[in-house]
């Protein structure tokens, strides 16, 4: 037993020996690597692509989306491989898909960064009401797209005396309730939570709301004697299961508004 192992020993101190059996495992790990990088290079990945053509702004759904199977090296540059990373997104503004084509992130964006000429989703008899706002009246900017807010009205009678102008009789009051934020933007119509490395300032708070709702808005900025302004007020209507229906809260509002203004038919 004693012969064997030191038979062994020196077998594996031998210089020869060593350098062999050092070939033999390098060509051992070359070998086991070079299979994996062919296997790696040609076994196919489900990948997602587009059955039709989707054109710009539309949103993808479950049927516009298939999936094949392609080699790695065809998957150049920031290809989508999970198809529910596809579903539910949209086309960017700028970007059609053809047909059997790859979905890039390039090409592909949120709801809520679609620019401000993609037309947004509102009810049927609904219209788009921009309002006015900046850092302090947006609560630091913490206003999102999905938030609801309350309007209110605030005007200012102005009363000339002499060379100057006296402001009283200030009028202030909740005017609509629950109403839904679709989008907030800058000045220069782009999302302001696109990029938040941006630090975007808030411009214009857009939601939607009935015809009626909307002609009262536009009056309340045009009082003609009187300062105006349109403030939000968020609320927490969104954390609930079943959010309130968006309806004017003031009747004596109202009517100070129109008695203010003339209606147009």
Known sequence: MN???TGLKK??????????LGVILAVVVLYIGYNWRVRSATNPISVPYAINTINAGTEITEDMVDVTDVPPSMLKGDVIRDKQSVVGMYTMADSVIPEGSLFYKRAVCEEEQLPANIILKYPKG?????????????????IYPGNYIDVYLKASLRIQNGDTVETSKVTFGKLLENVKVLAVRDSNGKNVFSNVEENSVPSQLIFAVPQEYYLLLK????????ETELLPVPTAESLKSKPGDLDLSSESLKKFINDNTVYAE
Do not use: P, R
């Open 126 to 142: 609904y219209v788009l009401y921009y309002m006015a706002v900046n850092m302090e009246t947006t609560y630091s900017n913490s």
């Open 219 to 226: 009056k309340a900025e045009y009082l003609g004697t009187f």
């Open 3 to 5: 012969n064997m192992k």
């Open 11 to 20: 077998f594996l101190t031998n210089k020869n020996t060593v350098t062999f």
